[in-house]
């Protein structure tokens, strides 16, 4: 199986930036797309951007232009950088990965806190 570790949360002023990064180990072959998710107190989990083992990526309305997904495969990295943060941006960020290898499951890692201050 693979573990999937995030890093890099913490409190930023609105405008500012951060980079939150997010770890694979185990059998990391069997990762094929990835992306980040946030919850929010009281809302439901949402999709933020993911990436395709091509580096194609899709991002929700709410976070175009601000925020940008990259991978490195070589080093079994996933990123976010998060510029211009708003104070609705505050939420738990989530890294996810589309494992398949005997069958298909979704990973999640434990989850990194992102507070956006006013």
């Known amino acids: 199986q693979v573990q999937l570790v995030e890093s890099g949360g913490g409190l930023v002023q609105a405008g500012g930036s951060l980079r939150l990064s997010c770890s694979a180990s185990?059998?990391?072959?069997?990762?094929?797309?990835m992306g980040w998710y946030r919850q929010a107190p009281g809302k439901e989990r949402e999709s933020v951007g993911v990436?395709?083992?091509?580096?194609?990526?899709n991002y929700a309305d709410s976070v175009k232009g601000r925020f940008t997904v990259s991978r490195d495969s070589s080093k079994d990295m996933l990123y976010l950088y998060m510029d211009n943060l708003k104070p609705e941006d505050t939420a738990v960020y989530y890294c996810n990965a589309d494992y398949r290898k005997q069958i298909r499951t979704e990973v999640w890692g434990q989850g990194t806190l992102v507070t956006v201050s006013s």
């Open positions: 185990g059998d990391t072959s069997g990762i094929r797309g």
């Open positions: 990436i395709t083992v091509g580096g194609s990526t």
